[in-house]
């Protein structure tokens, strides 16, 4: 359902919104995004410690086949890196 409502937006928005078409949904799906990058969790060092732990964990499993494997070591190494990242973007 779908309902009118009136905002406040820059002039120079409501210029770029008239060269488009459907410019209600152009709309909704910014808000959409806005709201949900909002509401995403935050990254932190200490939660991709706590998952490289898990995972790392996981190698040590019993019934784990080859391709099991691989994944976990290769979810570590991607890890890792973004764990790098984050302490060089710091």
Known sequence: MRINRTFSIDYELVLELKKKSNQSEIVNRAVRKYLDDSNAPEVTEE???????????????KDMDA?????????????????QELNLDS
Do not use: G
């Open 47 to 61: 939660s991709l410690t706590k998952t490289l732990m898990w995972i790392c964990s996981q190698l040590y499993t």
């Open 67 to 83: 391709v099991e494997t691989a994944q976990i070591i290769n979810a570590r190494d991607v890890l890792m890196c973004f764990i």
